[in-house]
């Protein structure tokens, strides 16, 4: 995540060991990519998607986020919920080209780097529901 996150405040190993030690979270990862995301009550939530940036724009982040869609719809979610920062367009068009589209925005939500705030647009996507016996699995608790 240091690596990925260029203009962001990554999360520190705290933050990851706290988060996937939650009940419903999944973390699942390609190659040099990585996605922790919650599941519950019927909506996915991405908390974390990140790929050395090396390997950026291979694909990984796009087949990390089609695993997540399989998961979460053989677990019947109706959406998936993120937030990402306004200002980050290469995210903001990476997400609206796979049908996510804004319906909120945290203002300040994000810290910077440099100390500054970003607000953070919250991005929607349903789900459609589909049955796949081959559906990949997650390392989830």
């Known amino acids: ?18 988060t996937l ?11 040099n ?10 909506e996915c939530e ?7 940036p090396d390997v950026q724009r291979k694909g990984i982040a796009s087949a990390l986020l089609s695993d997540l869609i399989d998961i979460a719809a ?8 993120l937030e990402v920062a306004s200002r980050n367009d290469p995210a903001r068009a990476f997400y609206t080209a796979r049908g996510f589209a804004p319906v909120g925005t945290r203002r300040g939500y994000y810290t910077l780097r440099d100390g500054s705030k970003d607000d953070a647009l919250v991005l929607s996507r349903a789900i459609a529901q589909r049955q796949s016996e081959d559906a990949p699995t997650s390392q989830g608790t």
């Open 21 to 31: 030690a939650r009940p419903h979270t999944h973390f699942l990862s390609r190659d």
């Open 1 to 18: 995540m240091d690596r990925a996150y260029v203009d962001m405040r990554p999360w520190s190993a705290e933050e990851v060991a706290a």
């Open 33 to 42: 990519g990585g996605l922790i995301a919650q599941l519950v009550a019927g």
């Open 46 to 52: 991405i908390l974390a998607i990140a790929t050395e």
């Open 74 to 81: 053989q677990e019947n979610a109706a959406r998936i919920l």
